[in-house]
């Protein structure tokens, strides 16, 4: 029967062939008809040639075939019965032994210089690849980054193994995997789950895993099936432990991948691993430098101001810059009626249609559980539906959230505020150790924040309480003032607001315009009460008396600030005023504001010797003096926010 040839014993020079073939080809995988059926060509060829043509010629012809057959990876033995059958066909009739065993001598030399060809050929092709993976570690050095370097390393891997694709899986946590980077096509899949047979041999045998027709499935990607043919995967392995899995898939026509193609890339996924490992290390350094410093920052930026809004922006601004979340609300709790309102917020829930911003709510709309948690210090992580009453449902589905992080914030033993972080990473799994850690140490900045924020809120209003009752003194002395300096206050911190004055700016700019006129506690109340115009003797005593207030309130510390305020708000802009004939910007900035307030006051209310201006005869003396009084800028401020409130807003 033909291709079924049992070699005689005493056929030496087919023996020989046979042998020779049989060591050379060993390692080239299982047979291939096709390319048996070109080997046999290849020595009908060799016996036609050797019963005429030239030498040479036929011996270069049947190199090069018999090149492209061992590529192709035939099986030594049969290959060996071919070319003896081949032989035998070709040669018995006509040239009988002489020529036939001459024709098989020519194949072996032929065969024997193309298997040196090959050797070489693929030598070279090894050393051009360890050369890739041996300079694989001048990428990693080029860039530190574990997503960029996950997704370089998988263009390498493919281009070395000729798969359409290949992707990269850390491992989150027992028998689940993340999609890192992928090389080829679009993504894959997002989570990989891996079980059974596959995961004794990737994780616990750390070998690769080629799928085959007709196994258990084993492998998962967002919950479809995975291990189908023409797919291998192989573990990044680093001190004996899994730490993610490589996924390579082939051309369904490729055919499988050859025994050095395989063990090229796993050499190369080990380098891989480590230099994942290696660069997640200075990621995770590189993390902890930055969340140290951001928390320094906050502490000193704590401890620098005093208002509360700014740290919490910064607060909410800092955990999702750190955190990685999609929001940060940070709720506070009003001690009235104990409701939590919005205190701040940064993030991309807002962002989305119709910008929906974070609820106020009630304690009871939430989980009584999760609620005790909180109260008790602990942090509580909800799911969606438990999240709702922070937040509108279509903002959190919009933008994916899947869980909240509610993380109390405790001042002075009590519950008075929360940071909601709100997660909507697909896939991820709840914040880890070190995450928590992270949250827990800004939540204790801004608990501080607030417990600051209320301790000063309690020292200002018993610092106001005893200005207001020195201002007081005052008005005692002259009925006419009664209810000017808060007036004076108000008129002043309009103007300060509209032109942007900051919060410590506007509080010494309240504790000056409430105390500006306590020097008159000094003066004499026959001449504060004169209905008449004062001799210049009694006005020269009048203008004594912004020493005497900043004589009266030097020895008060928390008054040291407002302080020149109270000394200068009778300078005038052209230089003409008192007590120090100041001019232009050389008088504070809160005096000219408190300056143009004061008078403008004083204009519209009655005094012993005239009655109070109508609002239009106030203006218009305001903007005579623009430029030589007051300061131009102050008045045209003024003037723009008493047209925007259609009249005078303190005094209608
Ligand atoms: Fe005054």
Redesign the pocket.
């Known amino acids: 029967m033909r291709g079924e040839v049992t070699l005689g014993e005493n056929d030496t020079l087919a023996l020989c062939l046979r042998g020779a073939l049989e060591r050379a080809l060993k390692a080239r995988g299982c047979g291939d008809p096709a390319a048996l059926q070109s080997f046999c060509e290849i020595l009908a060829l060799a016996v036609d040639a050797g019963r005429g043509e030239g030498e040479g010629e036929w011996m270069a012809r049947l190199e090069d075939r018999a090149c492209a057959l061992i590529r192709s990876g035939a099986d030594g033995r049969e290959i060996a019965a071919a070319i003896a059958k081949a032989a035998e066909d070709a040669s018995a009739p006509q040239g009988g032994d002489a020529a036939r065993y001459q024709g098989l001598l020519h194949a072996q030399v032929a065969v024997t210089r193309a298997l040196e060809r090959v050797e070489g050929e693929k030598r070279e092709e090894l050393e051009r690849r360890l050369g890739e993976i041996d300079g694989f570690p001048d990428t990693i050095a080029a860039t530190l980054d574990p997503p960029t370097l996950a997704r370089m390393g998988m263009e390498k891997l493919r281009a070395m193994t000729g798969a359409v694709r290949a992707s990269l899986f850390r491992y989150q946590e027992r028998g689940i995997y993340a999609c890192d980077g992928t090389a080829g096509t679009e993504v894959p899949g997002s989570r990989m789950v891996v079980e059974g047979r596959a995961e004794e041999v990737l994780v616990r045998e750390k070998g690769a895993y080629e799928c085959g027709e007709g196994r258990e499935p084993g492998i998962f990607l967002d919950g479809v099936r995975a291990d189908l043919p023409g797919r291998l995967f192989l573990p990044l392995v680093v001190r004996g432990r899994t730490t993610g899995l490589v996924m390579l898939e082939r051309d369904p026509d490729g055919g499988r991948l050859d025994g050095e193609a395989l063990s090229l890339a796993r050499r190369f996924t080990n380098r891989m691993a480590v230099a994942l490992e290696n660069a997640e290390l200075h990621a995770r350094e590189q993390k902890k430098i930055r969340e140290t410093v951001a928390l320094l920052e906050l502490t000193r930026a704590i401890n620098s101001t005093l208002d509360l809004e700014e740290i919490l922006e910064r607060v909410a601004r800092m955990s999702v810059d750190l955190c990685g979340v999609t929001e940060c609300v940070v709720y506070l709790r009003d001690p009235e009626d104990g409701h939590f309102h919005p205190g701040a917020r940064y993030g991309f829930l807002g962002d989305g249609e119709g910008g929906s911003l974070p609820c106020s709510f009630r304690a009871r709309e939430m989980d009584r559980g999760c609620m005790r948690s909180l109260e008790e210090g602990e942090p509580v992580l909800v799911g969606i539906d438990g999240s709702t009453a922070l937040y509108p449902r279509q903002a959190l589905c919009e933008h994916g959230v899947e869980r909240v992080l509610l993380h109390p914030l405790i001042s002075r033993d009590r519950l008075t505020g929360i940071l909601a972080l709100f997660y909507a990473r697909r896939g991820a799994g709840a914040p880890g150790r070190e995450e928590r850690g992270v949250i827990a140490a800004i939540a204790a900045q801004a608990s501080m924040a607030i417990e600051n924020a209320s301790l000063y809120e309690d020292i200002e209003k018993s610092y106001f309480s005893t200005i207001k009752a020195l201002a007081k003194a005052i008005e005692v002395k002259d009925p006419y003032t009664h209810g000017h300096s808060e007036r004076v206050t108000e008129y002043a911190l309009i103007i300060a607001d509209a032109m942007r004055l900051d919060e410590r700016e506007k509080q010494k700019l309240k504790y000056a315009a409430t105390l ?2 306590i ?2 506690i000094g003066i004499a109340g026959r001449v504060l009460n004169k209905p008449g115009a004062l001799t210049e003797e009694e006005y020269s005593h009048v203008k004594t ?2 020493l005497l ?1 900043d004589s009266i309130i030097e020895p008060v510390e928390f008054l040291q600030e407002p302080r020149p305020i109270i000394l200068h ?2 300078e005038r802009y052209d230089g003409n005023g008192y007590p120090d004939g100041l001019r232009g910007e050389d008088i504070p900035l809160c005096a000219r504001i408190l300056s143009v307030a ?1 008078a403008f006051e004083a204009m519209r209310s009655d005094r012993p010797y005239r009655r109070a201006l109508p609002l239009e005869e106030a203006v218009e003396e305001l903007r005579r003096n623009a430029g030589t009084q007051f300061d131009p800028e102050v008045v045209d401020v003024f003037l723009a926010v008493l047209e925007h409130y259609g009249g005078d807003p303190v005094n209608r």
Request: proline fraction near 10%; hydrophobic fraction near 0%.
């Open positions: 500006h006129d020097g008159k008396h912004p207030g708000h009778h004061d």
